[in-house]
Protein backbone atom coordinates (compact mmCIF):
# COMPACT_ATOMS: atom_id res chain seq x y z
CA UNK A 1 0.00 0.00 0.00
CA UNK A 2 1.57 3.33 -0.67
CA UNK A 3 1.48 6.37 1.53
CA UNK A 4 -1.16 8.18 0.07
CA UNK A 5 -3.42 5.43 0.30
CA UNK A 6 -2.34 4.67 4.25
CA UNK A 7 -2.82 8.12 4.98
CA UNK A 8 -6.35 8.22 3.30
CA UNK A 9 -6.83 4.77 5.81
CA UNK A 10 -5.42 6.51 8.48
CA UNK A 11 -8.22 9.77 8.06
CA UNK A 12 -11.21 7.52 7.63
CA UNK A 13 -10.58 5.56 10.78
CA UNK A 14 -10.69 8.73 12.51
CA UNK A 15 -13.42 10.11 11.28
CA UNK A 16 -15.08 7.03 11.93
CA UNK A 17 -14.26 6.92 15.69
CA UNK A 18 -14.85 10.61 15.55
CA UNK A 19 -18.96 10.40 14.20
CA UNK A 20 -18.98 6.63 16.84
CA UNK A 21 -18.23 8.88 19.50
CA UNK A 22 -20.78 11.33 18.41
CA UNK A 23 -23.12 8.98 18.19
CA UNK A 24 -22.46 7.60 21.47
CA UNK A 25 -22.83 11.35 23.28
CA UNK A 26 -26.05 11.48 21.72
CA UNK A 27 -27.56 8.28 23.10
CA UNK A 28 -25.76 9.74 26.43
CA UNK A 29 -27.40 12.61 26.38
CA UNK A 30 -30.71 11.26 25.03
CA UNK A 31 -30.55 8.60 28.27
CA UNK A 32 -30.19 11.51 30.47
CA UNK A 33 -32.84 13.46 29.46
CA UNK A 34 -35.26 10.70 29.52
CA UNK A 35 -33.57 9.58 33.20
CA UNK A 36 -34.41 13.49 34.23
CA UNK A 37 -37.81 13.22 32.79
CA UNK A 38 -38.53 9.91 34.96
CA UNK A 39 -36.74 11.52 37.68
CA UNK A 40 -39.12 14.47 37.67
CA UNK A 41 -42.09 12.49 37.28
CA UNK A 42 -40.92 10.71 40.59
CA UNK A 43 -40.75 13.50 42.41
CA UNK A 44 -43.56 15.15 41.06
CA UNK A 45 -45.69 12.25 42.13
CA UNK A 46 -43.87 11.78 45.36
CA UNK A 47 -44.83 15.32 46.11
CA UNK A 48 -48.59 15.07 44.88
CA UNK A 49 -48.61 11.72 47.00
CA UNK A 50 -46.76 13.71 50.13
CA UNK A 51 -49.24 16.52 50.20
CA UNK A 52 -52.01 14.23 49.86
CA UNK A 53 -51.07 12.58 53.05
CA UNK A 54 -50.87 15.83 54.62
CA UNK A 55 -54.00 16.93 53.83
CA UNK A 56 -55.31 13.35 54.59
CA UNK A 57 -54.01 13.59 58.04
CA UNK A 58 -55.24 17.18 58.27
CA UNK A 59 -58.85 15.65 57.12
CA UNK A 60 -58.75 12.80 59.64
CA UNK A 61 -57.90 14.90 62.70
CA UNK A 62 -60.74 17.37 62.08
CA UNK A 63 -63.03 14.44 61.80
CA UNK A 64 -61.68 13.18 65.14
CA UNK A 65 -61.70 16.56 66.54
CA UNK A 66 -64.43 17.21 69.34
CA UNK A 67 -65.61 20.82 70.15
CA UNK A 68 -66.95 20.85 73.84
CA UNK A 69 -71.42 21.22 73.94
CA UNK A 70 -72.44 23.16 76.82
CA UNK A 71 -75.99 21.97 76.30
CA UNK A 72 -76.83 18.70 77.98
CA UNK A 73 -80.36 17.90 76.37
CA UNK A 74 -78.95 18.70 72.59
CA UNK A 75 -80.44 15.46 70.42
CA UNK A 76 -83.37 14.90 73.25
CA UNK A 77 -87.42 14.85 72.94
CA UNK A 78 -89.28 16.85 75.85
CA UNK A 79 -89.79 13.72 77.14
CA UNK A 80 -85.80 12.16 77.44
CA UNK A 81 -86.25 9.98 74.81
CA UNK A 82 -83.46 10.46 72.38
CA UNK A 83 -84.60 12.01 69.05
CA UNK A 84 -85.44 10.22 66.05
CA UNK A 85 -84.50 6.43 67.05
CA UNK A 86 -85.97 3.68 68.29
CA UNK A 87 -83.91 1.79 70.89
CA UNK A 88 -85.02 -1.05 71.17
CA UNK A 89 -84.22 -1.90 67.51
CA UNK A 90 -81.00 -1.01 68.01
CA UNK A 91 -79.77 -3.11 70.93
CA UNK A 92 -80.78 -6.89 72.05
CA UNK A 93 -81.99 -6.73 75.50
CA UNK A 94 -81.65 -9.56 77.94
CA UNK A 95 -85.26 -11.56 79.69
CA UNK A 96 -85.62 -9.16 82.40
CA UNK A 97 -89.17 -9.53 83.02
CA UNK A 98 -88.16 -13.02 84.13
CA UNK A 99 -84.61 -12.01 86.20
CA UNK A 100 -83.94 -14.63 89.25
CA UNK A 101 -81.48 -12.87 91.15
CA UNK A 102 -79.93 -14.49 94.06
CA UNK A 103 -80.58 -13.22 97.82
CA UNK A 104 -76.88 -14.21 98.67
CA UNK A 105 -75.87 -11.11 96.50
CA UNK A 106 -77.90 -8.57 97.86
CA UNK A 107 -79.17 -9.73 101.25
CA UNK A 108 -78.01 -7.11 104.22
CA UNK A 109 -77.32 -9.33 107.29
CA UNK A 110 -77.53 -8.59 110.99
CA UNK A 111 -73.63 -8.08 111.40
CA UNK A 112 -74.04 -5.56 108.95
CA UNK A 113 -76.59 -3.95 110.48
CA UNK A 114 -74.91 -3.81 113.61
CA UNK A 115 -71.36 -2.28 112.06
CA UNK A 116 -73.50 0.61 110.28
CA UNK A 117 -75.18 0.98 113.69
CA UNK A 118 -72.06 1.69 115.75
CA UNK A 119 -71.04 3.50 112.51
CA UNK A 120 -73.61 6.04 113.08
CA UNK A 121 -73.13 6.12 116.64
CA UNK A 122 -69.16 6.88 116.22
CA UNK A 123 -70.36 9.51 113.95
CA UNK A 124 -72.38 11.14 116.62
CA UNK A 125 -70.68 11.27 119.07
CA UNK A 126 -71.51 13.66 121.76
CA UNK A 127 -68.70 15.93 124.35
CA UNK A 128 -69.90 15.02 127.60
CA UNK A 129 -69.19 17.30 130.95
CA UNK A 130 -69.83 14.79 133.00
CA UNK A 131 -67.35 14.83 136.54
CA UNK A 132 -66.30 11.29 137.36
CA UNK A 133 -65.46 10.10 133.58
CA UNK A 134 -61.79 9.25 133.15
CA UNK A 135 -59.84 9.13 129.68
CA UNK A 136 -59.09 5.83 128.43
CA UNK A 137 -56.98 4.66 125.33
CA UNK A 138 -59.23 5.66 122.20
CA UNK A 139 -61.08 8.17 123.56
CA UNK A 140 -61.36 11.53 121.66
CA UNK A 141 -61.09 14.46 124.56
CA UNK A 142 -61.86 18.14 123.93
CA UNK A 143 -58.45 19.84 125.35
CA UNK A 144 -57.05 23.42 126.19
CA UNK A 145 -53.22 23.09 126.86
CA UNK A 146 -50.29 25.52 126.92
CA UNK A 147 -46.66 24.69 126.55
CA UNK A 148 -43.34 26.06 128.48
CA UNK A 149 -39.68 25.35 128.94
CA UNK A 150 -38.12 26.65 131.91
CA UNK A 151 -41.38 28.47 133.04
CA UNK A 152 -41.54 30.30 129.55
CA UNK A 153 -44.22 29.21 127.02
CA UNK A 154 -42.70 29.12 123.44
CA UNK A 155 -44.40 29.33 120.42
CA UNK A 156 -46.80 27.12 118.71
CA UNK A 157 -47.25 25.04 122.08
CA UNK A 158 -50.76 26.22 122.87
CA UNK A 159 -54.00 25.17 121.98
CA UNK A 160 -57.76 25.41 122.96
CA UNK A 161 -60.95 23.52 122.20
CA UNK A 162 -58.58 20.75 120.25
CA UNK A 163 -59.92 17.23 119.65
CA UNK A 164 -57.26 14.85 120.44
CA UNK A 165 -57.87 10.82 120.01
CA UNK A 166 -55.83 9.34 122.50
CA UNK A 167 -53.26 6.94 120.97
CA UNK A 168 -53.03 8.77 117.53
CA UNK A 169 -50.09 9.44 117.86
CA UNK A 170 -50.87 12.71 116.49
CA UNK A 171 -48.78 14.76 120.10
CA UNK A 172 -45.15 13.87 120.82
CA UNK A 173 -44.30 10.85 122.32
CA UNK A 174 -45.46 10.68 126.30
CA UNK A 175 -48.08 13.25 125.81
CA UNK A 176 -50.92 11.22 124.70
CA UNK A 177 -50.59 8.39 126.94
CA UNK A 178 -49.99 11.12 130.09
CA UNK A 179 -54.00 11.94 129.19
CA UNK A 180 -54.84 8.62 130.30
CA UNK A 181 -56.80 8.07 133.33
CA UNK A 182 -56.84 11.62 133.71
CA UNK A 183 -60.75 12.94 135.09
CA UNK A 184 -63.24 14.87 132.77
CA UNK A 185 -62.63 18.65 133.56
CA UNK A 186 -59.84 18.46 135.61
CA UNK A 187 -56.63 20.82 134.92
CA UNK A 188 -53.04 19.01 135.36
CA UNK A 189 -49.13 19.55 134.49
CA UNK A 190 -47.45 16.66 131.61
CA UNK A 191 -43.68 16.66 131.21
CA UNK A 192 -42.52 15.59 128.05
CA UNK A 193 -39.09 15.62 126.23
CA UNK A 194 -38.97 16.95 122.71
CA UNK A 195 -37.53 14.73 119.75
CA UNK A 196 -33.61 15.36 118.74
CA UNK A 197 -34.90 15.01 115.79
CA UNK A 198 -37.77 17.46 116.29
CA UNK A 199 -38.78 19.38 113.21
CA UNK A 200 -38.34 22.62 115.20
CA UNK A 201 -34.35 23.59 115.94
CA UNK A 202 -35.55 25.42 119.23
CA UNK A 203 -37.36 22.48 120.59
CA UNK A 204 -35.28 19.45 119.68
CA UNK A 205 -34.58 17.40 122.48
CA UNK A 206 -35.50 20.35 125.09
CA UNK A 207 -38.39 18.74 128.38
CA UNK A 208 -41.13 21.15 128.32
CA UNK A 209 -43.98 21.26 130.81
CA UNK A 210 -48.15 20.81 129.26
CA UNK A 211 -50.68 22.47 131.45
CA UNK A 212 -53.94 20.05 130.73
CA UNK A 213 -57.64 20.96 130.75
CA UNK A 214 -59.51 18.60 129.54
CA UNK A 215 -63.31 20.04 128.50
CA UNK A 216 -65.46 17.22 127.91
CA UNK A 217 -64.94 13.22 127.11
CA UNK A 218 -66.67 12.47 123.66
CA UNK A 219 -69.47 9.41 124.39
CA UNK A 220 -71.32 7.87 122.12
CA UNK A 221 -75.21 8.32 122.20
CA UNK A 222 -77.38 6.14 124.09
CA UNK A 223 -79.11 4.21 121.51
CA UNK A 224 -82.59 3.47 122.64
CA UNK A 225 -86.20 3.74 121.52
CA UNK A 226 -86.27 7.48 123.13
CA UNK A 227 -83.20 7.80 120.63
CA UNK A 228 -84.33 6.89 117.70
CA UNK A 229 -87.61 8.67 117.62
CA UNK A 230 -86.26 12.18 118.91
CA UNK A 231 -83.27 11.85 116.10
CA UNK A 232 -84.06 9.66 113.61
CA UNK A 233 -88.59 9.54 113.44
CA UNK A 234 -88.19 10.27 109.62
CA UNK A 235 -87.12 7.01 109.32
CA UNK A 236 -87.97 4.83 112.11
CA UNK A 237 -89.74 5.17 116.08
CA UNK A 238 -87.38 2.48 117.34
CA UNK A 239 -84.30 0.61 117.42
CA UNK A 240 -85.69 -2.37 115.57
CA UNK A 241 -87.70 -0.36 113.25
CA UNK A 242 -84.19 1.51 112.43
CA UNK A 243 -82.43 -1.69 112.07
CA UNK A 244 -85.17 -3.02 109.54
CA UNK A 245 -84.67 0.18 107.96
CA UNK A 246 -81.24 -0.21 107.56
CA UNK A 247 -81.46 -3.63 105.86
CA UNK A 248 -84.03 -2.94 103.47
CA UNK A 249 -82.55 -0.09 102.23
CA UNK A 250 -79.04 -1.41 101.91
CA UNK A 251 -81.04 -4.42 100.21
CA UNK A 252 -82.75 -2.35 98.09
CA UNK A 253 -79.74 -0.18 96.68
CA UNK A 254 -77.92 -3.66 96.24
CA UNK A 255 -80.81 -5.26 94.14
CA UNK A 256 -80.43 -1.87 92.21
CA UNK A 257 -77.19 -2.39 91.42
CA UNK A 258 -77.22 -5.86 90.52
CA UNK A 259 -80.05 -5.10 87.98
CA UNK A 260 -77.83 -2.16 86.41
CA UNK A 261 -75.34 -4.87 85.43
CA UNK A 262 -77.17 -7.59 84.64
CA UNK A 263 -78.31 -5.04 82.33
CA UNK A 264 -75.46 -3.93 80.76
CA UNK A 265 -73.60 -7.20 80.42
CA UNK A 266 -76.46 -8.92 78.84
CA UNK A 267 -76.98 -6.31 76.40
CA UNK A 268 -76.02 -6.26 72.40
CA UNK A 269 -75.72 -2.85 70.87
CA UNK A 270 -76.63 -3.47 67.39
CA UNK A 271 -75.82 0.01 66.27
CA UNK A 272 -75.04 3.27 67.40
CA UNK A 273 -76.40 6.44 66.00
CA UNK A 274 -73.43 8.46 64.57
CA UNK A 275 -75.34 11.69 65.34
CA UNK A 276 -75.97 11.61 69.06
CA UNK A 277 -72.75 9.41 69.61
CA UNK A 278 -71.13 13.24 68.53
CA UNK A 279 -73.07 14.53 71.04
CA UNK A 280 -72.44 12.44 73.59
CA UNK A 281 -68.47 13.20 72.44
CA UNK A 282 -69.09 16.91 72.56
CA UNK A 283 -71.05 16.87 75.87
CA UNK A 284 -68.42 14.57 77.59
CA UNK A 285 -65.46 17.07 76.28
CA UNK A 286 -67.71 20.00 77.89
CA UNK A 287 -67.78 18.35 81.12
CA UNK A 288 -64.32 17.55 81.79
CA UNK A 289 -62.82 21.09 80.39
CA UNK A 290 -65.31 22.20 83.12
CA UNK A 291 -63.66 20.06 85.72
CA UNK A 292 -60.31 20.90 84.79
CA UNK A 293 -60.98 24.37 84.85
CA UNK A 294 -62.59 24.08 88.94
CA UNK A 295 -59.83 21.76 89.71
CA UNK A 296 -57.25 24.58 88.32
CA UNK A 297 -58.68 27.27 89.97
CA UNK A 298 -59.44 25.23 93.39
CA UNK A 299 -55.48 24.33 93.39
CA UNK A 300 -54.51 28.12 92.41
CA UNK A 301 -56.62 29.32 95.17
CA UNK A 302 -55.31 26.93 97.99
CA UNK A 303 -51.51 26.71 96.69
CA UNK A 304 -50.83 30.12 94.99
CA UNK A 305 -49.79 28.55 91.93
CA UNK A 306 -51.04 27.00 88.67
CA UNK A 307 -51.16 22.91 89.70
CA UNK A 308 -51.94 22.30 86.25
CA UNK A 309 -50.11 24.12 82.98
CA UNK A 310 -53.04 22.78 80.57
CA UNK A 311 -55.96 20.66 79.67
CA UNK A 312 -53.66 18.35 78.17
CA UNK A 313 -51.75 18.07 81.11
CA UNK A 314 -54.94 17.97 83.54
CA UNK A 315 -56.03 14.74 81.23
CA UNK A 316 -52.45 13.29 81.00
CA UNK A 317 -52.45 13.20 77.16
CA UNK A 318 -52.27 14.84 73.86
CA UNK A 319 -55.68 16.62 72.55
CA UNK A 320 -55.68 14.66 69.83
CA UNK A 321 -55.61 11.12 71.90
CA UNK A 322 -58.22 12.39 74.41
CA UNK A 323 -60.55 12.95 71.37
CA UNK A 324 -60.23 9.47 70.08
CA UNK A 325 -60.78 8.41 74.04
CA UNK A 326 -64.38 9.51 74.13
CA UNK A 327 -65.14 7.34 71.24
CA UNK A 328 -65.49 4.47 73.76
CA UNK A 329 -66.23 6.91 77.00
CA UNK A 330 -69.81 7.85 74.51
CA UNK A 331 -70.18 4.19 73.49
CA UNK A 332 -70.63 3.44 77.04
CA UNK A 333 -72.90 6.04 77.89
CA UNK A 334 -75.07 5.82 74.90
CA UNK A 335 -75.46 1.87 75.38
CA UNK A 336 -76.87 2.73 78.94
CA UNK A 337 -79.47 5.45 77.84
CA UNK A 338 -80.58 2.61 74.82
CA UNK A 339 -81.16 0.17 77.63
CA UNK A 340 -83.17 2.21 79.33
CA UNK A 341 -84.86 3.68 76.53
CA UNK A 342 -85.83 0.50 75.05
CA UNK A 343 -87.05 -0.95 78.58
CA UNK A 344 -89.16 2.21 78.26
CA UNK A 345 -90.82 1.84 75.05
CA UNK A 346 -91.73 -1.87 75.82
CA UNK A 347 -93.39 -1.19 79.28
CA UNK A 348 -94.62 2.09 78.14
CA UNK A 349 -93.01 3.87 80.45
CA UNK A 350 -93.00 7.55 80.95
CA UNK A 351 -91.45 10.12 83.53
CA UNK A 352 -92.43 13.60 84.48
CA UNK A 353 -90.68 16.82 86.66
CA UNK A 354 -93.08 15.46 89.42
CA UNK A 355 -91.68 12.11 89.88
CA UNK A 356 -88.23 12.68 89.33
CA UNK A 357 -88.62 15.67 91.81
CA UNK A 358 -90.28 13.11 94.50
CA UNK A 359 -87.02 10.91 93.77
CA UNK A 360 -84.51 13.77 94.59
CA UNK A 361 -86.06 14.79 97.98
CA UNK A 362 -85.90 11.11 98.70
CA UNK A 363 -82.26 11.27 97.78
CA UNK A 364 -82.16 14.14 100.60
CA UNK A 365 -82.09 17.09 98.33
CA UNK A 366 -84.35 20.25 98.77
CA UNK A 367 -87.60 21.04 96.77
CA UNK A 368 -85.83 23.26 94.08
CA UNK A 369 -82.56 21.27 93.54
CA UNK A 370 -84.96 19.99 90.51
CA UNK A 371 -85.03 23.42 89.27
CA UNK A 372 -81.35 24.14 90.01
CA UNK A 373 -80.50 21.18 87.76
CA UNK A 374 -83.01 21.90 84.83
CA UNK A 375 -81.17 25.15 84.68
CA UNK A 376 -77.40 23.69 84.38
CA UNK A 377 -78.83 20.77 82.13
CA UNK A 378 -82.20 21.45 80.41
CA UNK A 379 -85.39 19.31 81.23
CA UNK A 380 -85.02 16.72 78.23
CA UNK A 381 -81.39 15.79 79.95
CA UNK A 382 -83.19 15.42 83.64
CA UNK A 383 -86.15 13.29 82.35
CA UNK A 384 -83.79 11.45 80.72
CA UNK A 385 -81.98 10.60 84.34
CA UNK A 386 -86.06 10.10 85.43
CA UNK A 387 -86.55 7.63 83.01
CA UNK A 388 -83.69 5.47 83.74
CA UNK A 389 -84.57 5.90 87.78
CA UNK A 390 -88.43 4.55 86.89
CA UNK A 391 -87.21 2.15 84.69
CA UNK A 392 -84.67 0.60 87.43
CA UNK A 393 -87.51 0.66 89.61
CA UNK A 394 -89.97 -1.45 87.49
CA UNK A 395 -87.44 -4.02 86.74
CA UNK A 396 -86.46 -4.48 90.27
CA UNK A 397 -89.84 -5.13 90.94
CA UNK A 398 -90.07 -7.44 88.49
CA UNK A 399 -87.02 -9.21 89.61
CA UNK A 400 -87.87 -12.79 91.61
CA UNK A 401 -85.53 -12.87 94.54
CA UNK A 402 -84.81 -16.59 95.67
Same mark, same amino acid.
Given at each position: ???????????? !??????????? +???????????????????????????? @?????????????????? #???????????????? +?????? *???????????????????? *????????? =???????? !?????????????? %?????? %???????????????????? @????????????? /????? !???? *????? !?????????????????????????? #???????? #?????????????????????? /?????? &?????? $??????????????????????????????? $?????????????? $??????? @??? #??? &???????? /????????????????????????? &????????????????????????????????????????????? =???
Amino acid at each position: MSKKDENQEENL !TKSQAKRAARK +KEIESAKKKAIAGKITGVIIAVAAVAFI @GWIIGLMVVKGMNKVSPL #EDHSAGLESNGFISGI +KASDKI *ELPDYRNMVVPLSEIDYTDE *EVDAAIESY =KNANKVLS !TEEGLKVADGDVVN %IDYVGS %IDGVEFEGGKGEGYDLTIGS @GAFIEGFEEQLIG /AENLS !TFNI *EVTFP !TDYASADLAGMDATFNVTINGIYVLP #EFDDAYVA #EHLSDKATTVEGYRQYIKDTNK /ASRLRS &YVEKYL $TDNTTVKDYDKKYLKTLKSIAKFDDNQNYEY $TAMMYKQYLGQDYY $TSFEDYI @GMS #ESE &YDLSLVMK /AQNTYRELLIYQAIAEQEGITADAA &YYKGVLVEEGHDEGYYDTQVEMYGEPRMLQMALKEKVLETVCNMA =KVQ
